[in-house]
């Protein structure tokens, strides 16, 4: 079973739509859990960082951690086509960082 | 929030040649540098981690000898590709972390290396 798993996509949605991006994880000893935007040719933005179970607003986003069934989502509201990237879920144990694929959200104006 | 930099952000070498990148940390020190390589549609591959001062861990199957990492500083490292060849072609991304904010990563903008 690998470490981290993501849905390549691509995701389509048109603007204006509530985007639902989700990874799982087998690895019960990460410790701390983070979403990476990354458009294309350009290196990763550190969006979301959290390390505790439930939720974590920031403006447009949310991170939701369910640590009991090793699961982690990114919900972005009023989806916009700057939004258009790839989504990177993250776990970091001690300083290194496990990377699911990435899934490639498209937002059609 | 922290910055982190590259240079240079595109370079195009000959086969053979050495090629050298930049990781600069803007506005805070890095205790510790990470290199990754990332190959088109793929995700971000480990390279190497490196702490000021010392010699860099490098990711099983990756040539220490090939690519050649310093970390002199806790505002710099560099990443030498040496011998380059055509299968070096990648998009190499460095990452930094601070004291204090041990578990979160920047990235730098990237390089994108062709090797002809």
């Known amino acids: 079973q690998k470490e981290v798993e993501q849905d390549p996509g691509p995701l389509s949605v048109p603007e204006g739509a509530i985007v639902s991006l989700n990874c799982t994880y087998s690895?019960?000893?990460?410790?701390?859990f983070m979403w990476y935007r990354q458009y294309s040719r350009k290196g990763p933005e550190l969006l979301m960082y959290?390390?505790?179970?439930g939720n974590k607003e920031d403006g447009r986003f949310t991170a939701q951690v369910d640590k009991s069934s090793k699961y982690i989502s990114l919900f972005i509201r009023d989806s916009q086509p700057s939004d258009s990237a790839t989504y990177l879920c993250?776990?970091?144990?001690?300083?290194?960082?496990?990377f699911g694929k990435g899934t490639m959200l498209l937002v059609s104006p | 929030g922290a910055v982190v930099s590259q240079h240079p952000s595109r370079v195009i070498c000959k086969s053979g040649t050495s090629v050298k990148i930049e990781c600069r940390s803007l506005?805070?020190?890095?205790?510790?540098m990470f290199w990754y390589r990332q190959f088109p549609k793929q995700s971000l591959m480990l390279m190497a981690t490196s702490n000021e001062g010392s010699k860099a861990t490098y990711e099983q199957g990756v040539e220490k000898d090939k690519f050649l990492i310093n970390h002199a500083s806790l505002t710099l490292s560099t990443l030498t590709v040496t011998s380059a060849h055509p299968e070096d072609s990648s998009f190499y991304i460095c990452s930094a972390t601070g004291q204090g904010a041990e578990e979160t990563q920047y990235f730098g903008p990237g390089t994108r290396l062709l090797v002809l």
């Open positions: 690895n019960s000893a990460f410790q701390y």
């Open positions: 506005d805070f020190q890095a205790t510790t």
């Open positions: 959290t390390y505790s179970s």
């Open positions: 993250a776990w970091s144990l001690g300083s290194t960082l496990t």
